[in-house]
């Protein structure tokens, strides 16, 4: 008997333990299991992402809204597809930026809404964009003299 209730506690125990892990997994890995379906996907074209990656968060005004949920090649330019949440508004004027947090950061996009009376639908392109600056490329012109 004594047995039996210590193989129980143990089981509800690793149960419990196996849920929290499948949480955190879910919840750092930025998965959507129940309700990412509604998600408006958007698309922007850089003329480099350099450290940029799938995953990365999407920003209006430092609130993340979404992230990034692809990055492809268009002819000689970068495709950025951004998964934003709904209700979330972009206009035709809009700006995308490619922002380092910090000075050796992560990437991640930044947007700027515009304020045109235009608002861009579900699958539609944000026309102005803006790379990021590459640190690395930056240092080694500074280095080599080719700073102007």
Known sequence: MHDTKLELIVGVFVLVGIAALTY????????????GGNQIELQAEFDSVAGLKAGAGVEI???????V??????????????????????YGDAIASIRTRGLIGDKYVSISPGGSQKELPPGSKI???????DLESLIGEFIHGNVK
């Open 24 to 35: 955190m997994a879910v919840k750092l890995g930025k998965l959507e299991v129940i309700g």
């Open 61 to 67: 005004a430092g609130v993340q809204v979404g992230q």
């Open 69 to 90: 949920k692809r990055i492809g090649l268009r002819d000689d330019r970068a495709l950025v597809v951004l998964s934003l949440r709904p209700g979330v508004k972009i």
């Open 127 to 133: 026309r102005d964009t803006e790379s990021g600056v």
